[in-house]
């Protein structure tokens, strides 16, 4: 463990850091650990100047439509994993999920993702590509749709990229390989979820990834290599979120003894540092902060982060779509959750990016975007 707190070997190492200077596990782990406090304040403050300069102190909002919680994957943390059968599963029709993209749309949000379980029958490639359709010729093609779908085949992604859709994410969820193995005993095969990140660039998405922070056994050098492999993949956005136990999970029991201050702390922490290491992606300041804070989003927001994925799914679905204990805003519905973010960004002197897609400026300089630039 290196040593902690605001001293010259933390001021040095930010500097390079932020310099892209040699940077190398140990300087990545030495922020990630910085406590409460002054160095913790120091390491936000510099990452949210980069952000300022980089992408500008604008948020952007995606309307998330959770759209099913049928899942193939058995995932150890997941509280929609295959095994859990204390869950209603649901899968929205046609008509709610274009429903709630319009709802999106109405509210100015430029874009909206469409999150679900993993299935890769065919009946469920032909349902999404059929949606894709649906919600351009709905939203008069004024939103950017971004899928979170899971592993699919390079096929599968082509088709839904030709349907329409110009992002997508798909996280690793940890790229260290015993990790990995350990919270998907069933589908152990890190590497074809890396393929993927591939498939998905190759096929002209927008491609975003992310990690899960403080998972059981998870070690600061561990989330140092996920803050390289971000950057080594040249990732266009990064969505990662504080791990929070779900009862009903193989991880279940780690909720005894759960520090969620620390997870907050951490999860904080590898924000300000993907800033500093990807100026100008776009980052998530995910739900599972504001399931462990009151202001948690917006505090991702004061560590570099700038966007925000507020939920557009009708509230008599969102209990059902429970991946960890605790999630908020259950009984909300989407006019009070925006109402609500108008007034806690307005609070940190931001502004919204109405209207705007709100594509990542990286993501804008590869070859062949040309498409996605309206
Ligand atoms: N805690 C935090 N995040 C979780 N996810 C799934 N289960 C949990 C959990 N218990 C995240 C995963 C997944 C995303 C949709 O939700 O990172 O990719």
Known sequence: MSSRGYNAEFRSTLARVRAGDNVTRDDLALLLEAPEGEAQDVLHAVAYEVKSREVGRVVYLRGLIE???????????????????????????AKEIVAGAVR????????????????????????????????HAATRHELAITLSLGEQTEETYRRWREAGAHRYLLRMETTDADLYLALHPDD???ESRRRCLDFLRDEGYHVGTGVMIGLPGQTTQHLAEDLLFFRDQDVDMIGMGPFIPHD???LGGHAAGFDGDRQVQLGLNMIACTRLL??????????????????????????????????????????AYQLYNGKPSLQENAAQTRLKLDAAIARIGETIGYGEKGHAPRALTRRNETVLKD
Do not use: W
């Open 67 to 93: 759209m099913s919680n049928v899942c193939r994957r058995n995932c150890n943390y997941c509280g929609i994993r295959r095994d859990n059968r204390d869950v209603d599963r649901f899968t929205l029709t």
């Open 104 to 135: 999106a749309h109405k509210f100015g949000y430029g874009s909206v993702v469409l999150q679900g379980g993993e299935r890769q029958d065919p009946g469920h490639i032909a349902f999404i590509t059929d949606i894709l359709a649906r919600i």
């Open 188 to 190: 152990p095969d890190r």
């Open 248 to 250: 009903d999970t193989p």
């Open 278 to 319: 990807l100026p100008n992606a776009n980052i998530a300041s995910t739900t599972a902060l504001q399931a462990l804070h009151d202001r948690g989003r917006e505090l991702g927001l004061l560590a570099g982060g700038n966007v925000i994925m507020p939920n557009v799914t009708d509230t008599k679905f969102r209990a």
